[in-house]
């Protein structure tokens, strides 16, 4: 446990310091982006890389908690905070009572299930005109302030979002290494053993999914409140599968690693032009070739090749050994 | 038109496109029977079969049936090829690596698609013209006409050939359990691979003659893949009545939820149907056996 908060000291640091040494105000507002996915593929590792439970919903918790955020705050003018409090508590619920059905469903099922729960949603958001603004989206989303602070520009919103990413990837390390997260692992290596252990797999596998629904609907809330104005294209299919590709690039079971694939996923596209075009191809491409390959992801990978080279130099393997 | 008129319009459009959400979701119980994988990707091969028909009929001016065969045959050779590069190299993988790989082949067909074809809608003239038909009081395309009749025999075709041919048992055979199968000298991995060309090929018909009707374009895939997967739900993955009953069930509820309700909220009805199935009646409307999927 020492170890792993060590770990996260030093990676924190790393990701505090990183606004001081860059000077372009474009990379930092990517930077931000990349707080947001980091937030919401760790959230979703939780479920898939701990427990392995897959789900396909996660866009709609995350467009849930930005639509409620904006709701609340532009059309009812409530306060941003209360506001997204609000929204996560109500995501929170709603992720909790559907959680029971659809977690007894499995594998392909679970799949299908949950990618059916984000498309009633996408719907939602798109027909419910009046409240939603429809396909052309809601506007005048007001940015969040503490006391005087406003944060308005890209290195407060730099410094607000990836202190809630660091939080929640602090919360995720903590909760691996707890009785929980054995527990966890042990239901995604077996169900049936791990209930004949006394865990308690129904709950657990509910209040997973709606923990990492909670961290969804606070990175929906803080990305509406960031970028002011939300459109349901924004949380579509398409992005549920971005975010299981962040996962599994980064490596199932690997909070750094998610943090790795939601870096590559988000600044690769703004900095090579052509990749939009070919965005899905990719994904489809990189989701085939991890899995069979590198079912644990880059993270794994660099372990493999760490341990490779050291193989490579026998002199000191040896002296080692 | 009166109420009465209105519904039987409702009825009949429902039970077309309800035709074509069987086959599609006999293509998942194919898959589903003799691999135990739900295929995601099955949308995909209908997606492609309506793009390689508007490819062939439209684009290259091929006659009526040999584009129709055509785009059948290529859709299935990409069916036969997914499986062979995607499925085949995991099939001792856990059920978590499978589903992944499904939705990777998904949406890389797709994105090969979108890179090929483009992201227009294309459209598919009906064919036999498109000139209505009024049938007491409902209206009806000639194109409704075709789906029927090469449903139902598409249907029959595919009784027969289960029930029949030395192939289709061979199939049944692996569904109950394969292992048994191959003892008796069945080609397990090659029925494997049949059941993909099958389940493709009757996937892109499906998306072919849809066509006319609805138009496609590189997107499609996904709604008709999830409505096929739940008339196969419906149906409890038989590879059979169940999923036919399914289909039509559900193309009816949904044109009644579009013209009765809302056509905006006409695809949230299908997925309401199929969260309740799978949340209260898993094993299907029609069947009291066991299941394994919860």
């Not at chain 1, 606070?218 to 590709?245: D, K, M, N, Q, R």
């Not at chain 2, 590879?239 to 509820?253: A, D, E, M, R, S």
């Amino acid at each position: 446990m020492r170890r792993e908060l060590i770990k996260f000291a030093l990676f924190a640091a790393v990701v505090l310091v990183i606004p001081a040494t860059i000077k372009g105000g474009y990379l930092l507002n990517v930077l931000v982006f990349v707080g947001i996915n980091t937030m919401l593929a760790v959230g979703l590792n939780l479920l898939l890389g701990f427990a392995g439970q897959i789900s396909l919903g996660q866009a709609a918790f995350y467009g849930l908690g930005a639509y409620l955020s904006g709701i609340l705050t532009a059309t009812y003018g409530w306060n941003p905070w209360t506001a997204m409090a609000v929204a996560a508590i109500a995501v929170g619920i709603l992720a909790f009572v559907i959680g029971f059905p659809i977690l007894k469903l499995k594998g392909h099922y679970l799949a299908m299930a949950t990618l059916g729960f984000g498309i009633i949603i996408y719907i939602v958001f798109n027909e419910y005109v009046d409240v939603t603004g429809g396909p052309s989206g809601f506007s005048g989303v007001p940015g969040l302030s503490l006391g005087d602070l406003h944060f308005d520009s890209d290195l407060k919103s730099y410094y607000l979002i990836w202190t809630m990413a660091l939080l929640v990837m602090l919360l995720a390390v903590n909760l691996t290494q707890s009785r929980i997260g054995r527990a966890l692992r042990a239901i995604h290596d077996s169900e049936v053993a791990a209930r004949v252990l006394g865990v308690n797999a129904r709950l657990l596998k509910v209040q997973v999914f709606t923990c990492s629904a909670i961290i969804s609907g606070l990175a929906g809330s803080l990305y509406a409140h960031t970028v002011t104005f939300i459109s349901p294209s924004t949380f579509g299919f398409h992005f549920s599968v971005e975010l299981l590709t962040m996962v599994i690039i980064g490596g199932l079971g690997s909070i750094y690693g998610s943090c790795l694939g939601a870096a590559l996923l988000t600044l690769l596209p703004e900095f090579l032009r052509t990749f939009q075009d070919y965005d899905i191809v990719v994904y489809g491409l990189l989701l085939i070739i991890m899995t069979m390959f590198l079912p644990g992801g880059l993270v794994q990978g660099f372990e493999l090749l760490w341990m490779g080279m050291r193989r490579l130099r026998p002199g000191r393997a040896g002296r080692n050994a | 038109m009166d109420f009465s008129q209105q519904l039987s319009q409702y009825l009949l459009s429902g039970l077309a496109t309800g035709a074509i959400y069987a086959l599609i979701g006999l293509g998942f119980a194919i898959i589903y029977n003799s691999t135990g994988i739900i295929n995601f990707a099955q949308g995909e091969f209908v997606m492609l079969g309506g793009m390689f028909g508007v490819y062939f009929y439209t684009v290259h001016q091929f006659p009526l049936v040999a584009a129709l065969l055509l785009a059948v045959l290529c859709a299935a050779a990409s069916g036969v090829a997914f499986e062979r590069l995607a499925i085949r190299p995991m099939r001792r993988a856990p059920p978590l690596g499978l589903v992944i790989i499904t939705i990777g082949g998904s949406i890389l067909v797709r994105g090969i698609a979108m890179l090929v074809w483009g992201k227009d809608t294309h459209a598919l003239p009906g064919f036999s013209g498109d000139e209505p038909i009024i049938l007491s009081g409902a209206t009806l395309l000639p194109q409704h006409l075709w789906i029927f009749a090469l449903t139902v025999l598409l249907i029959i075709a595919n009784k027969l050939f289960f029930q029949y041919t030395i192939t289709g048992k061979a199939l049944r055979a692996c569904a109950v359990n394969q292992r048994a199968a191959g003892l008796v000298g069945i080609d397990v991995r090659r029925m494997v691979m049949f059941s993909f060309l099958l389940a493709s090929g009757m996937g892109a018909l499906a998306g072919i003659i849809v066509a006319p009707l609805t138009m496609t374009s590189y997107d499609v895939g996904i709604m008709l893949g999830l409505k096929g997967f739940c008339a196969a739900i419906i149906g409890g993955m038989s590879n059979g009545i169940g999923t036919v009953l399914g289909g039509l069930l559900l193309g009816v509820l949904e044109a009644l939820g579009a013209g009765l309700i809302s056509s905006g909220y006409k695809d949230a009805v299908t997925f309401i149907i199929l969260l309740l199935i799978l949340f209260l009646r898993p094993q299907g409307l029609f069947s009291r056996g066991e299941s394994e999927r919860v």
